[in-house]
């Protein structure tokens, strides 16, 4: 399973972000170029829909494929209470021919979209992943050189843990405490809970430039 919450903010602030990660982090961010395409099952692979996600690392020197399976968010009193969004979540690396494979057992293209960023890996009480990144869609079929921004001058910023069902507190606690510290910038939250951007950003990046803007 895995723990998110998710958030946006404006292009003109993202370098400012950028710094804030650097110190909090200590590693150095990754290039984030990920193609990826959403399949829906059809009424005959079973009673209830399923969703699953193929992403091609576009970064790599040889594209790499994975596929990804997301369930429904952990529910009742417990998970109303925290301000992280708890789900199972299934990954795993495949080879390029996946696409034909999952075409042939009935899954159907939903959409695709391309994902362009960056992205900070550390360790902060748990193994946290920030990515910082523009979402495009594409004009015609798997064409990623001419994708569009969905949301032009807004990315979306994406902080998610691995967890287990007997860590998840922890985990959700080192999230929760990341988060604050993001705070001037963004707003973080459950996926789906539409926050937007923060009044206080202007200033946390005016402030941030001058202070670091200097050292990259």
């Known amino acids: 399973m895995e723990c998110v919450v998710q ?3 404006e292009t003109q602030h993202v370098e400012a972000l ?7 982090c200590g590693v150095h961010k990754q290039s984030l170029r990920i193609h990826e ?7 005959n692979l079973g009673l209830v829909a399923s969703d699953i996600r193929l992403l091609c690392d576009l970064e790599q020197p040889e594209p790499a494929w994975t596929v990804r ?24 690396k495949i080879s390029k021919n996946a696409l034909r494979l999952f075409y042939s057992l009935g899954y159907k293209l939903d959409h695709e979209q391309l994902r362009v960023g960056f992205a900070f890996h550390f360790q902060r009480g748990a193994q946290i992943t920030v990515t910082v990144s523009s979402i495009n869609k594409m ?7 001419d994708a569009v921004p969905v949301t032009p001058g807004i990315q979306l910023v994406e902080v998610t843990a691995p ?5 998840y507190n922890e985990v959700v ?31 946390a990046a005016a402030s941030l430039m001058s202070d670091g803007g200097g050292t990259k």
Do not use: W
């Open 7 to 9: 958030g946006i903010i």
């Open 139 to 145: 004009l015609k079929p798997h064409a990623i050189d």
């Open 163 to 167: 967890a287990s069902s007997e860590n």
């Open 173 to 203: 606690a080192s999230v929760t405490s990341f988060c604050e510290y993001l705070a001037p910038l963004l707003h973080l939250s459950k996926p789906g809970v539409s926050t937007g951007v923060v009044p206080t950003a202007a200033a």
């Open 18 to 24: 950028e710094i804030l990660l650097q110190g909090l």
């Open 37 to 43: 395409l959403c399949l829906k099952s059809v009424p």
């Open 69 to 92: 399976h997301v369930g429904g968010p952990m529910r009742g009193a417990g998970a109303e209470q925290i301000s992280v969004l708890v789900r199972p979540m299934q990954e795993s």
